[in-house]
């Protein structure tokens, strides 16, 4: 069985940061590809960040050079590093693990998925 606990959100102004942290149990991270995905009201799960075995990244367009992902293999955790973020990156950000290889874009490839925690960009 895998568990996964996202922290790290809150509220923060624009052009702000929040690092994001997702904790495993059950399973060593280090062996499967692990994503971050986001939500917001209204509009469908979509692709923020993934990391592979390899620790090859991938991000989406819309936080390219503002987002990065990583993990601590030793502490089985995965984070995201947000920047200069803007109000429409308001969102409940999940942390998912994909069990087969390769990091993908699309959320039905993931097996696991964390509560969510929620990020708030405002003013």
């Known amino acids: 069985q895998v568990q996964l606990v996202e922290s790290g959100g809150g509220l923060v102004q624009p052009g702000g940061s929040l690092r994001l942290s997702c904790v495993a149990s059950?399973?060593?991270?280090?062996?499967?590809?692990m994503g971050w995905f986001r939500q917001a009201p209204g509009k469908e799960r979509e692709f923020v960040a993934g990391?592979?075995?390899?620790?090859?990244?991938d991000c989406a367009e819309s936080v390219k050079g503002r987002f990065t992902i990583s993990r601590d293999n030793a502490k089985n955790t995965v984070f995201l590093q947000m920047n200069s973020l803007k109000p429409e990156d308001t969102a409940v950000y999940y942390c998912?693990?994909?069990?087969?290889?390769?990091?993908?874009?699309?959320?039905?490839?993931?097996?696991?998925w964390g509560q969510g925690t929620q990020v708030t960009v405002s003013s």
């Open positions: 998912a693990l994909r069990s087969s290889p390769g990091v993908r874009s699309d959320y039905t490839r993931y097996d696991y």
């Open positions: 059950g399973r060593t991270i280090s062996s499967y590809p």
């Open positions: 990391i592979s075995r390899g620790a090859v990244t």
